[in-house]
């Protein structure tokens, strides 16, 4: 070869050579260069960091001064239950991701049953580029397009004047509608997935033993299908679980948990008590991940 | 196939719909891009490029590009090498603790943004500021590089996983070392994989805000940052329109490079 670019024998190669004689005949060595720079960034840094943050939700800050009291108490957590307005917003952060969660999937499963099943297979991919390309959009471009429609005399009031109705304006509804749009394509790509493998022959059985279609979808499709319905909804459960942009753009004053977390650390400057708030999305994820364990939900992602 | 015609029509029906609603926004915001009424009044008035002049000249906005710009690229190159390494390691060597590496690999961006968020903010103010390192673009690209692994990562180990070492032990029996190997025989077979995932990297960054917000000193501004700034100032509206149309009309290039990307790799195969 004539572009040997230096590789052939020669005072540096020779060292070069030596290290890598040294690196192969060591595959532990080797092994802990690899690892060394991930482990110390995510395990020692980010890992780290939540330790930190996890402990500082037993810690309090003193009203005066604004200092943190590094003293374990669970006062945080006493305020957390004790307290009945925080009680309801976290209820109504459930019931948000709940309800893009369930909306999601009602409107998600049918495209992605149209895509995997009725679609002619030349088609399909294209289709997939159609749902996927939204992704490549900025989140706040999607969410400022929604505050733009939903606005006075936006398109969605406009669309609804001759039917004598009218949007439904800033508040939780919008906040649903939102953060349900955003999430949508990765709760049909999982399915879609899903109901691609799904053979065909299955449901010609099916129908062969006289089910109808519903039956067919409700008795064969739903539940082999139903693991990739969990994987989706994974996702479309935590993003709106932790979101606050989209409060902020179309929510009106109806705040969730995420909000509580931003304004603890922005206006009162207390980072122990949004610390014990962001301990809930955590451990609801944590109990949710731990459920959908169960279907084999986390082999579809 | 079971599905009778009514049910083909019904479902291509909601597929039609389901389409019409994801693009429906996106096409407002482009034509308010262009709508005469400064108060975006539905249906347009009239069309003007003014706004668009007028957000080329918008200092602000042009800074936010460019500070995104570079906490894209050096939150992707951060990200390159760590999760190269990481995936190599998990793709050729057995070690204790090998499940968890991709656990803690995919927890940055599986917890809500929020608690990543605030935990490193929390470390940055404990870690970096007695060093005399404050918020600002460093922290942010810190920041974004530790969710920005996860892609790299998944795209290099699906990749070695399917090459498998059968090459890399020709080109060693061969008599190459363990340096030219890998430049020549592992690294061509990587590329695409690696510009996937620096594709999927940059953009998670350039799209990214909840993090952001926690990280970013004053002086650091990203895209997203800036239009969430001027999203609630009405006289700012036009700007922030135009900024949100360009970006849905750049978007086509991510798609575009990554479709060719999976096209190519499906030749191969």
Not at chain 1, 66 to 93: C, I, K, M, W
Not at chain 1, 212 to 239: D, E, H, K, N
Not at chain 2, 67 to 91: E, I, P
Not at chain 2, 175 to 204: E, I, K, N
């Amino acid at each position: 070869m004539d572009d040997d670019q230096g590789l052939t024998a020669g005072r540096r190669p020779a060292l070069r050579r030596r290290a890598a004689a040294l690196l192969h005949r060591r595959p532990r060595l080797r092994l802990s260069l690899l690892l060394s720079a991930p482990l110390a960034w995510l395990v020692a840094g980010y890992l780290g960091a939540l330790a930190a943050i996890f402990v500082t939700a037993f810690w309090t800050t003193d009203v005066f001064t604004g200092e943190v009291v590094r003293q374990f108490t669970l006062a945080n957590f006493q305020t957390l239950v004790d307290e009945p307005v925080y009680r309801t917003v976290a209820l109504r952060s459930l019931g948000v991701a709940a309800a893009v969660t369930v909306i999601d999937a009602v409107v998600g499963v049918p495209m992605a049953l149209y895509m995997a099943k009725v679609a002619k297979p030349r088609h399909r991919p294209y289709l997939v580029i159609a749902i996927l390309a939204p992704l490549w959009a900025a989140y706040l471009v999607k969410a400022y397009a929604w505050r733009v429609m939903l606005a006075e005399g936006g398109l969605v009031n406009e669309a609804l004047k001759p039917f004598g109705l009218s949007g439904p304006g800033y508040g939780l509804t919008a906040t649903v509608i939102v953060l349900a749009y955003l999430w949508l394509p990765y709760m049909i790509l999982p399915v879609y997935t899903g109901l691609e493998r799904l053979p065909d022959s299955l449901l010609d059985a099916s129908g062969d033993l006289g089910a109808r279609p519903l039956r067919t979808l409700r008795s064969v499709v739903l539940p082999l299908a139903f693991p990739a319905l969990v994987a989706g909804s994974i996702f479309t459960f935590s993003l709106s679980l932790g979101d606050y942009i989209t409060v902020k753009i179309v929510g009106g004053r109806r705040q969730l948990l995420g909000n509580v977390v931003y304004d603890n650390i922005g206006a009162a400057n207390n980072l122990p008590f949004a610390a014990a708030v962001a301990t809930i999305p955590v451990v609801v994820m944590l109990g949710y991940l731990a459920a959908a364990r169960r279907t084999g939900a986390l082999r579809e992602l | 196939m079971t599905f009778s015609p009514a049910a083909r029509i019904a479902l291509r029906v909601l597929m039609g719909l389901g389409l019409a609603v994801i693009y429906v926004p996106l096409l407002v915001v482009l034509v308010n891009s262009v709508n005469a009424d400064r108060a975006f009044g539905w249906p347009p008035s009239g069309f003007t490029g003014h706004w668009w002049t007028r957000a080329m000249d918008n200092d602000g906005a042009r800074r936010a590009v460019l500070t995104s710009v570079k906490a894209g690229v050096g939150a992707t190159a951060a990200a390159l090498v760590l999760g190269t390494l990481a995936a190599f390691a998990v793709a050729r060597h057995r070690f204790f603790g090998r499940e968890a590496v991709s656990l803690v690999v995919v927890l940055p961006i599986a917890l809500p943004g929020i608690v990543t968020g605030i935990a490193l903010s929390n470390a940055f103010q404990v870690v970096l500021k007695p060093l005399g390192i404050g918020l600002g673009l460093f922290t942010v690209i810190v920041g974004h590089a530790t969710f920005c692994v996860v892609t790299i990562y998944n795209n290099v180990l699906a990749r070695l996983r399917r090459t498998g070492a059968n090459l890399e032990e020709a080109s060693a029996d061969l008599g190459a070392d363990t340096f030219q190997t890998f430049w020549y025989v592992t690294f061509p077979a990587l590329r695409s994989a690696l510009f996937a995932g620096a594709l999927l990297s940059f953009a998670l960054s350039f799209d990214e805000i909840i993090v952001t917000t926690f990280t970013a000193g004053p002086g650091a501004e990203t895209l997203p940052i800036w239009i969430f700034n001027n999203l609630f100032r009405p006289n700012q509206a036009p700007v922030v329109n135009v900024l949100a149309a360009a970006l849905i009309v750049l978007s086509i290039v991510p798609i575009y490079l990554a479709q060719r990307l999976s096209s190519a790799s499906r030749g191969v195969t």
